[in-house]
């Protein structure tokens, strides 16, 4: 375990296998402050990097995490930093709802930087934790587009990031799960991409 210092003057317990990368960075940065006041629901939240840095302006914010040693690497981090708007949720993302009560149409924003990597289509690792993080064993675009679509109130964001290889069927599961893709930022290795649930088509390219 080691504990990194963030510009925000907070600190973060991160792991082997837990840990983050610019794409995270920019995803948070690419909200845009949108989370300001709102109540946030952060999928995959990992070390829970983007948690932490939308902490001072968020509401509330639930992060979920399907593996419980990234749960516990959040909970020692938002003790070292005291913060009180983090609820850490271990659960699987596909049975929210079901499983594990999380209200209905309740978030004004879903957040999610996702596995990029489809299943057999590269060397998988020798641990598990790594696999879950980078290969969609547990999550695929369906999967977070389905449960945005009930988390999100009418209106609210899903925002992510991805591989550019991967736009098209970003874009194809969120239309087919009522989240329309609104803006979207493009570099030559990452996506990023807002959609709103309900909204209407047009998207602005940044």
Not at 25 to 40: I, P
Not at 116 to 137: C, Q, S, V
Request: charged share 25%; proline share 5%.
């Amino acid at each position: 375990m080691k504990k990194t210092k963030l510009i925000s003057d907070k600190y973060i317990y991160t792991s082997a296998v837990h840990s983050f990368g610019s794409d995270a960075v920019l995803l948070h940065d690419f909200m845009e402050q949108k989370y300001k006041n709102k109540t946030v629901c952060e999928l995959g939240t990992g070390c829970g990097i983007i948690a932490i840095l939308m902490s001072p302006k968020a509401k509330q914010i639930h992060a979920i995490d399907i593996q419980k040693d990234a749960i516990d690497l959040l909970e020692k981090s938002i003790k070292l930093n005291k913060i009180k708007n983090i609820t850490p949720v271990c659960a699987d993302l596909r049975k929210l709802i079901i499983n594990y009560q999380l209200s209905i149409v309740n978030y004004d924003a879903v957040v999610i930087n996702p596995p990029y990597k489809k299943l057999n289509t590269g060397k998988m690792y020798e641990n598990d934790g790594k696999n879950i993080a980078r290969f969609e064993i547990c999550c695929t675009p369906d999967d977070i587009c389905a449960a945005a679509k009930k988390l999100l109130k009418p209106m609210g964001s899903l925002f992510l990031c991805y591989r550019p290889e991967r736009l098209a069927d970003i874009i194809c599961s969120m239309r087919s799960h009522g989240i329309e893709p609104k803006r979207l930022k493009i570099t030559p290795k990452l996506i990023l991409i807002e959609g709103k649930k309900g909204a209407k088509p047009g998207m602005q390219i940044m």
